[in-house]
């Protein structure tokens, strides 16, 4: 029997609640495919710093390193803000980031049919989207330096820089390359190169790489008009690649199409090495703790991992399968609620999808 070991990251927020469906969900697909699965939990962001003053604790971050995959929920919660940024949960995020290479955030943006009438934009737009944004993760203004407050001038200033080098372009480039070929072999690499030297760079070396598969065809869109584009024609897209902050935003632009952004999942990877698997929302303090999350977004990250991660394809198919049954016979958590649609909690939503699996 295949044996997998995976690191599981409740974090704070609606974390912990969202990763209870997911815990269950992967030990009924685990007995039904025949794999065991060990689930080891973590502390991390806001919990692991009440406890450990540090939002990644090193014995985290090694736990993470050795496992075969790391399923994170969310971190973030208001209760946090005054603490220093290196404190924060969310630079637990970059730090996990950092520390396992994961250079490439692949966010899929798929409308699940019986999703058509969620989306805020009008069925026609939406109904043919079937994207994947490729967003660099490790680099750009995020990271870059130098980076900071400037306190002795007559105004306060604040400043960051957004760098690449050529390397982390390629890399990520070769990723968007690969999914690229797995599907209809287009790219639209987004920057802003009308203004910026490093969106200069980043369409140079696109380009450069792009142009030595010859299957692929490559557009280039400013970030400005893709925003524009992702609203107006959204089934335009295929592979979108952008950098760390571009990537950011389109992607909870792209996710709103989807109906609610507790549906979107992703996954963070690098070359060799476990991948982290999270959705793309955040920990939703204004809902935490009530049982009314939706846990599907974790869910279809559950199943990126299952599908990258630990090649378990059948499992994740089943659990896709089994989410839209679910959806199909009406049944939604509250940020999808139409007033036509049972609406269940968290748990209950998570127990109908086991029942399905
Ligand atoms: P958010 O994604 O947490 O919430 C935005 C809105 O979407 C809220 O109204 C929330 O209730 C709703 N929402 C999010 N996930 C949902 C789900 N699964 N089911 C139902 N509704 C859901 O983003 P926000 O409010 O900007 O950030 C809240 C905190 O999360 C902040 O501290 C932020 O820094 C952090 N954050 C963490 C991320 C992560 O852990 N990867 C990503 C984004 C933000
Ligand atoms: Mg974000």
Redesign the pocket.
Known sequence: MKKYKIVLLS?D??GPE?SEVSKKVLKKLSKNHNFDIEIIEKLFGGIAYEKYGTPAPDETLDQCKKSDAVLLA?????KYDSLARELR??SG?LKLRSALNLFANIRPVKIRKSLLDASSLKKEIVEHVDLIVVRELIGGIYFGKPRGHITNTKIPKAFNTMVYDSNEIERITEIAIKIANQRNKKICSVDKSNVLEVSQLWRDTVLNITSKDKNISLSNMYVDNAAMQLVRDPGQFDVILTSNLFGDILSDLAAMLTG???MLPSASLNNNGPGVF??V???????AGKNI??PI?MLLSASMMLKIGLNEEEAAENLETAIDKVLSKGFR?A?LADGSTEVLSCSEIGDKIINEI
Request: aromatic share 0%; with cysteine.
């Open positions: 974090g927020g609606i969202i969310c971190v973030g919660d208001i949960p969310e995020l609610s952004i507790g999270e959705p929302h955040g920990s939703a303090p204004d809902i999350a939706n977004a958590t940020d």
